[in-house]
């Protein structure tokens, strides 16, 4: 029950359904409402309980974030990788149940979770250039509060996976775009899109770490193994001479919010060679997910793509 109620919440943050019966829409909206009333430390504290659930169950979700975690810190002792995979079912409920923040919540309420921020004025320095800025934002905490509060204020384009169902699609197009974020579908039309906004001097979001379709990505290490990487990223930057930026929203203890983090991306993500590009990217994401390892989402399965097809999971 745990491993579905979550898997449920992640149809929405994913979009990853293409179909949803009206009455499912109905109940998770509900249900995202009534997150959006309780306080960061009442969601916080549910989301403990879920995810020791989770971590206590037999479910694929915990058997993923395990084989991911060992298999990228071979080094690292069953006990340290055991309390890894608690924390982290916990971070991912509670991303799970701060949507309701993100996405149903007043926007100046969603804005008020970040609490400090590091790395703000080397950003604001880059967006204020002549040239665009990609920013990434891998699956690490909250990446949706993350990007409202990154892109407040400024020309912003966030590329999106439309969902089939046009409620779905109505409830992610009108939360995503409340600070005037324009959002590109995940197609050519899309990216044309984005190279158009790069080269206006505007700010691109990505999720950087998300497997692509085969034509749309090649491998390069992540973490020490092979993963499919998106080459989206490269070549907007060989095209529009873009800077990069990777952040994320890491959550502070005891409910009391986020500290929106931004880090210029590893310097060979600019390379006109494009493993080695590709390669920048996943040390830029690698770094900012070191700095708050347990908050990344490990019940992804990023592997499921190998060089030789064989089974990962």
Request: overall charge positive; glycine content about 6%.
């Amino acid at each position: 029950i745990a491993e579905f109620s979550v898997k449920t919440f992640w149809f929405l943050i994913n979009a990853g359904c293409t179909a949803i019966q009206p009455l499912t829409y109905i109940l998770l909206r509900a249900l995202l409402t009534m997150c959006s009333w309780l306080p960061l430390q009442a969601l916080h504290a549910l989301a403990r309980l879920w995810g020791y659930l989770l971590y206590l169950l037999p479910n694929r979700m915990r058997e993923t974030t395990r084989k991911n975690l060992k298999t990228c810190f071979p080094a690292r002792s069953e006990t340290e990788v055991d309390r890894l995979v608690r924390e982290s079912l916990v971070h991912t409920a509670a991303t799970a149940l701060e949507m309701g923040k993100a996405w149903v919540a007043p926007l100046s309420v969603t804005l008020k979770l970040v609490q400090e921020t590091e790395g703000l004025s080397a950003f604001d320095a880059a967006v204020t250039s002549p040239r665009g800025v990609i920013l990434l934002a891998p699956h690490l905490s909250n990446w949706e509060i993350f990007g409202f509060f990154a892109c407040e204020g400024r020309p912003a384009n966030f590329m999106y996976q439309p969902p089939q169902n046009s409620g779905l699609d109505n409830l992610l197009r009108t939360a995503r775009s409340r600070n005037g974020v324009n959002l590109a579908p995940a197609n050519r039309k899309g990216v044309a899109q984005l190279l158009s906004a790069l080269k206006r001097g505007e700010i691109v979001g990505i999720l950087p770490d998300q497997v692509p379709a085969d034509a749309s990505g090649a491998f390069a290490d992540f973490f020490g193994e092979p993963a499919l990487t998106m080459t989206l990223v490269s070549k907007l930057i060989q095209r529009t001479e873009a800077l990069v930026f990777c952040g994320f929203a890491q959550r502070l203890p005891d409910g009391r919010g986020f500290v929106a983090v931004f880090e210029p991306a590893n310097e060979a993500i600019y390379s006109a060679d494009l493993q080695e590009s590709l390669e920048g990217l996943n040390r830029s994401v690698e770094s900012i997910v070191n700095r708050a390892l347990p908050q990344y989402q490990w019940e992804y399965k990023r592997f499921r793509r190998r060089p030789d097809n064989s089974e990962f999971y």
